[in-house]
């Protein structure tokens, strides 16, 4: 029965390798307990949890859309030259969050577990990913929350860097007011439901809209943040109200360009279409004139003001406890300037 | 070939390769840890091996359920559904309608039971794949989910549901507890009762089950239910961690749970599976994510690193399990 | 032979010192192999003499690892079938597995389809393929799907696929094993024409009466080493037998007699699919052989019986008490146990091991914890297996490890531990050996004379005749004609008598 001692050593190593783990994690808890002390009065330095290096941790959102690539590239050239300068120790490199609130507090496991003293989190989830973030502001991290909030981040975090999406969606409700003049019908195309950033953009949509005579909404429909969705949701009410539709009026621009893009097949060039983000591909369509505008949401400059906050807070200088990128109107005249980007 | 009697670790031949069969995935596992402890410290510590333990519950809930589905010859799509439910029926249950913490656990682990017993019913009982049956029921799982939900996040604000997830026994988190138990259970389960047996009999050969007087019907939807349960109580880990109920959670989930089941050897030809193995196929999964994040490997290398090394660990499996024929 | 140098020690097909070792085990040792054109070559040995590796060898499943092949001449080297089939070999095997969606005539010209640029000439091929089953006097247009046909049509539409291909030898690996016996017939008949033509043909079967029948010469084989070739007319039944297995072999069937005692189970006008109005009874320590032809409603019968299939009309009384069966697990409870006649169906779950697959059964008879209790089914399944004299090297290793006679002791254990008070055995010595096959007609005696009630199904006329008490042949699904071991025994009745009645005489 060989086989069953081999297997019952396994075991045996699985269980041992975890409680000398155990043995060990006690002399880090005690250890991190005074550092905590020690910081309190060299709160001056970069170093928070006071281990001798300086280590920051990056949590995506994901890193597959086209929105969140541009950000996490930039966030990576950035943090690959403090690390080379020497302004900061190491860095997670960018763990994904995989849009999905669970991974995410894993993901803060991690950078606990790597002993992170700033970590920027682009949350998931307003409720859901906040575990992540209060899990690391529990363990001394000091926290920067980017592109939208989670239900602590006033309470907790070290700093929230984002943009004014209720503004945004003032953005598109304004451009469309003043391109479709007789205005008409729209439709609206939702982001995932409970998004923080779907809920302001809806809201500033809303603030315009409702109070305006002259439109009448057909609809909100939620489609995910996904182009194929909202390219559905237009041919259907181009079918549904024929001429009568003026507009479509998307949550993010993936899905303006999808619709645009289906509107102008059907020849229907004339209903107007934008959304919010600023993706190379709504770019190019504005630079070709298929589409009318978009709104362009400075994502790299939302992280790159995160880092800043770092930047300043290693220097010993006091941070702002928020701070808003601005939305940027992107229509044929201006669209060069981004698309170069 | 080589000679008949060689040996290999003390063992001979034969032996060592049905061993390696049952627990090679194990040496697997082994290496893995040494491999990242080495290149990474703050790996080794206890604090990160409960991180893990603890990340891997909810996978290992919903690879359990779905080992019994594979070996029955079949397949569970709608775990990350019946989460999204879960959540959902949690959510409105104690934000919106004041139940308490357990009396809406049970009711969310009724409903998940369900809809297991219904797919186990519905494959069973007409004969129909179980491909097609857990697709669409995921489809009206997410749907229902989204209606209890009204489309919206909901919180849970109530410290005492959080704890769920974070409350230590000890230095260990409640859902290692829940993973311990759990495990046992299944163990015994699988391997020591009636309808552990009747699993490896309909899944190997069922019309040899038929013939034997096994019931097709209790055992898949035995199976399925117990799928469902399990797809439960991880919906209540899941909801307890990030304290807000939602109808978007849990898209793909069957995937990590397969692969856990294949890496355990699980064959997708039904009537082979371990417990023990599962296990082990859940803690490689766990490792490779948690072992990359801290070494720093970029992202888009892990899920390449994941289906690589199913591949590698399946063939590997192939290898030694080779039969002379 | 119109070619005059050919004389009659050319051979159309000679093996010469053939080795094949698998891992330790030496299949074959230097093997011989002499066909000569147009006859019908035996292949006899038991299961594992290495008849089938040799057949690998030849139509390129397997590559020997000494030794050389030459056919027609020239030395013949292929690397699978369908290349084997290009050089003029072709090989029918025992388990037919054609695609159940292909109509006959894309069965036929499988791989080598008609084509019109990179269409397929659907049309062509249908003339063709219609053209030859006319030459064959085929029942069925070339339309006709694979899974609208009887076994026995499959297997003729393999050997029109094989001629079809210009194949100068066709092996066939237990042609006979599904068929019965007027489908034997034609199949005969066939294979006579098939020689006449030239085409050389290896029978490999089990089936003595059927060897000596068809073939003209006969090469033995036994442990994977050859022992020699012999001319059919001249060699006896034993000599074969005991070139096969090394001794001699006394008696082929031991029947003994034992005490028959009260009825036991009894069957009223009980009617299902493929069979009607059938009403028997099967007394204590009673061999009931049940014989027919095959589709005659015998196996139907008894799959309605132990509730497999279902049940239209009848009555069933067990002990004198009627008793209902819908589903297995009923007939289970109430002892009445069935060997299905197909063992890889619905036999064994293969990949789980030998204890796992005797004990399932009687499980819920026997494990009435919640958690089982493995040392006590342990205990069952060894002795169990010492009982049936089961050949394996632990009862933990998977059920596929074993020999078909093996899994067939496997079988039988699993149903013998439900202590049966009905055995039916549906034709149980089925690809099995000779060693085994006398062993399991040993092990039926053995049940009779603890007082089960024991009903066998079989093909083979001479194991009905020499194992049962009693016979009933089924026509067209009803009984017609019974016949009492004390008949055969006087010389009353006999196979023609049997045959007979099996096909609707009186």
């Known amino acids: 029965m060989k086989k069953k001692v081999l297997s019952v050593l396994l075991c045996a190593a699985m269980v041992a390798s975890m409680a000398i783990g155990c043995g060990s994690d006690k002399k880090d808890d005690t250890a991190g307990k005074t550092d905590d002390k020690k910081t309190e009065d060299e709160a001056k330095g970069g170093d928070v949890n006071g281990d001798g290096k300086l280590v920051v941790g990056y949590i995506s959102k994901n890193i597959v859309d086209p929105f969140h690539a541009p950000i996490n590239d930039y966030a990576k050239e950035t943090l690959d030259g403090l690390k080379k300068d020497g302004t900061i120790d190491d860095w997670t490199g960018v763990l994904d969050g995989e849009t999905d609130a669970n991974k995410q507090i894993d993901r803060a496991d991690e950078c606990i577990a790597k002993n992170c003293d700033y970590v920027i989190i682009l949350p998931a989830e307003a409720t859901a990913s906040d575990a992540a973030v209060t899990k690391m502001t529990d363990a001394g991290i000091k926290v920067i929350v980017v592109n939208s909030k989670t239900d602590s981040t006033d309470d907790v975090a070290m700093a929230y860097v984002g943009p004014d999406d209720v503004e945004a969606g003032k953005m598109l409700a304004q451009w469309v007011i003043d391109n479709v003049p007789d205005g008409g019908k729209y439709a609206h195309c939702q982001g995932v439901i409970g998004n923080s950033a779907q809920i302001q953009r809806g809201q500033g949509i809303e603030e315009l809209m409702k109070d305006n005579d002259k439109f009448e909404s057909v609809g909100d429909f939620p489609c995910e943040w996904q182009a194929d969705k909202a390219a559905n949701v237009a041919t259907d009410m181009m079918n549904q109200y024929g001429d009568e539709l003026k507009a479509i009026i998307c949550d993010n621009d993936d899905m303006s360009s999808a619709a645009q893009k289906a509107c102008n097949d059907a020849g229907r060039t004339d209903i107007v279409c934008v959304g919010v983000d600023g993706n190379e591909n709504p770019l190019q369509m504005v630079k070709d004139g298929e589409m009318g505008a978009t709104v362009l949401q400075d994502g790299p400059g939302q992280v790159g003001g995160a880092i800043d906050l770092i930047k300043k807070a290693i220097n010993g200088e006091t941070t702002e406890k928020e701070v808003m990128i601005p939305f940027v109107l992107v229509t044929k005249d201006n669209v060069d300037e981004y698309l170069k980007k | ?325 | 032979m119109a070619d005059t140098t050919m004389k009659k020690e050319d051979y159309v097909l000679e093996c010469h010192g053939i080795s094949k070792a698998f891992g330790g085990t030496q299949a074959l040792k230097d093997v011989e192999l002499h066909i000569r054109p147009g006859e019908v070559h035996a292949l006899l040995g038991e299961n594992g003499a290495g008849k089938s590796t040799l057949m690998k060898c030849i139509i390129g499943l397997h590559q020997q690892d000494e030794g050389s092949i030459t056919f027609e001449g020239k030395p013949y080297s292929v690397k699978g079938p369908v290349e084997a089939l290009n050089a003029g070999i072709s090989m029918i095997h025992q388990e037919l597995n054609p695609e159940p969606h292909l109509s006959i005539a894309e069965s036929i010209f499988l791989k080598r389809e008609d084509t019109k640029g990179i269409f397929l000439n659907k049309k062509a091929q249908n003339e063709r393929a219609e053209e030859i089953l006319r030459k064959f006097d085929f029942p069925h247009g070339a339309k006709t799907l694979m899974k609208e046909l009887t076994l026995a049509q499959m297997q003729m539409v393999e050997i029109i696929k094989a001629v079809s291909c210009n194949a100068r030898m066709i092996i066939m690996d237990e042609p006979t094993s599904s068929l019965d016996s007027e489908e034997t017939e034609h199949l005969f008949r066939t294979i006579r024409e098939l020689k006449e033509k030239g085409v050389a043909i290896i029978y490999i079967s089990h089936r003595m009466e059927e060897i000596f029948e068809i073939c003209d010469r006969v090469s033995v084989f036994r442990d994977g080493t050859y022992i020699g070739e012999r001319e059919m007319d001249g060699v006896t039944r034993d000599e074969l037998i005991s070139m096969m297995v090394g001794r001699k072999v006394e008696n082929v069937f031991p029947k003994t007699d034992c005490e028959i005692g009260d009825v036991v189970f009894r069957v009223e006008g009980l009617s299902g699919k493929g069979f009607e109005n059938i009403t028997f009874e099967v007394k204590r320590g009673e061999i009931l052989g049940i014989s027919g032809l095959v589709g005659s409603g015998r196996s139907e019968t008894m799959r309605g019986i132990f509730g497999m299939d279902p049940i239209t009309s009848g009555k069933m009384y067990l002990d004198g008490e009627e008793i209902k069966i819908k589903k297995p697990s009923q007939a289970i409870k109430h002892g009445i146990c069935m060997v299905n006649e197909d063992r890889k169906n619905y036999g064994l779950a293969l990949h789980r091991s030998i204890r796992e697959n005797m004990a399932l059964p009687t499980l819920p008879i026997k494990q009435k914890a919640p958690l089982l209790n493995k040392r006590k089914e342990e205990k069952d399944c060894q002795d169990m297996g010492k009982m049936l004299t089961l050949k394996a090297a632990s009862i933990d290793h998977d059920a596929f490890s074993l020999s078909g006679g093996n899994q067939q002791k496997v079988v039988l254990a699993k149903w013998l531990l439900a202590d049966p008070k009905v055995l039916i055995l549906d034709e149980p010595t089925r690809g099995v050996d000779v060693g085994a096959k006398s062993e399991i007609h040993s092990l039926m005696c053995e049940f009779a004379a603890k007082g089960m009630a024991v009903i066998m199904i079989s093909s083979e006329l001479p194991e009905v005749m020499g194992m049962s008490d009693r016979i009933l042949i089924y026509h067209e699904g009803k009984i017609n004609g019974e016949v009492m071991r004390e008949e055969i025994l006087s010389g009353a009745a006999n196979q023609e008598t049997i045959l007979g009645k099996a096909f609707g005489g009186k």
Request: glycine letters at 12%.
């Open chain 2, 1 to 325: 070939m080589a000679k008949n009697n060689s040996k290999i670790l003390g063992m001979d031949r034969e032996k060592f390769r049905m061993f390696m069969g049952k627990y090679g995935i194990g040496v697997i596992l082994l290496i893995m840890m040494i491999v990242i402890a080495v290149m990474e410290p703050s790996f080794r510590t206890g604090s990160n091996m409960i991180n893990v333990a603890t990340q891997v519950s909810i996978n290992a809930m919903i690879a359990y359920g779905m080992c019994l589905a594979i070996t029955t010859e079949g397949i569970d799509l709608s775990v990350g559904a019946q989460l999204a439910l879960v959540s959902c029926v949690l959510g409105t249950l104690i934000s919106n309608k004041g139940w308490s913490i357990p009396m809406a656990c049970l009711a969310a682990l009724v409903i998940s039971t369900a809809w297991g017993v219904i797919n186990g019913f519905l494959i069973s009982k007409f004969n129909m794949f179980p491909f097609v049956v857990t697709l669409s029921t995921q489809l009206i799982i997410r749907g229902l989910a989204q209606l209890v939900s009204g489309g919206q996040a909901i919180p849970i604000t109530d410290a005492s549901f959080k704890q769920i997830y974070s409350v230590k026994i000890g230095p260990i988190p409640f859902p290692i507890i829940v993973l311990i138990i759990v495990t046992i259970l299944m163990y015994l389960l699988l391997h020591w009762t009636k309808f552990g047996r009747y699993v490896f009999a309909v899944g190997d050969n069922m019309q040899a089950a038929i013939a034997s007087g096994v019931s097709i019907l209790k055992t898949k939807t035995g199976a399925y239910a117990i799928s469902g349960f399990l797809a439960g109580i991880a919906g209540i880990i899941f909801t307890a961690k990030t304290a807000s109920a939602q109808s978007n959670i849990g898209v793909g989930y069957e995937t990590d749970a397969v692969a856990a089941c294949v890496l355990g050897g699980t064959s997708f030809a039904g009537g082979v599976t371990t417990i023990p193995g599962v296990l082990m196929g859940i803690f490689i999964i766990g490792f490779i994510y948690n072992g990359m994040n801290l070494i720093g490997i970029d992202s888009y290398y892990q899920s390449m690193t994941k289906g690589a090394v199913i591949i590698g660990a399946v063939l590997l499996d192939m290898v030694m399990n080779k039969k002379n024929s």
